[in-house]
């Protein structure tokens, strides 16, 4: 069992920067990939990026590349999206994620965190 928390969302401008973090308890030894997705009202659910735990290797969404950058602290089991030049296509609930395992599909999910982007 795995859970996650996020937290660090809120209002900002469109150009502004945010760091939001997911914060992992339980079979944190388990976990191998942590995602970020979001999902905004009337759409479906999207992934942002990824990075694996052991090495840290993120990978991204090509609507995010550039801007926005995975990292993960070991020690803390938490991982952070940190979002520069936010935009307003960026509005949206953002989740954490976590694949356990050798597992393909992400298991673990947080509550989620409102992300709001005013033009």
């Known amino acids: 069992q795995v859970q996650l928390v996020e937290s660090g969302g809120g209002l900002v401008q469109a150009g502004d920067s945010l760091r939001l973090t997911c914060a992992a308890s339980g079979r944190t030894f388990s976990m191998i990939y942590m995602g970020w997705f979001r999902q905004a009202p009337g759409k479906e659910r999207e992934s942002v990026g990824a990075?694996?735990?052991?090495?840290?290797?993120?990978n991204y969404a090509n609507s995010v590349k550039g801007r926005f950058t995975i990292s993960r602290d070991n020690a803390k089991n938490t991982v952070y999206l940190q979002m520069n030049s936010l935009k307003s296509e960026d509005t949206a609930v953002y989740y954490c994620a976590a694949r356990v395992e050798t597992k393909p599909t992400y298991d673990y999910w947080g509550q989620g965190t409102q992300v709001t982007v005013s033009s």
């Open positions: 990075i694996s735990w052991i090495g840290g290797i993120a």
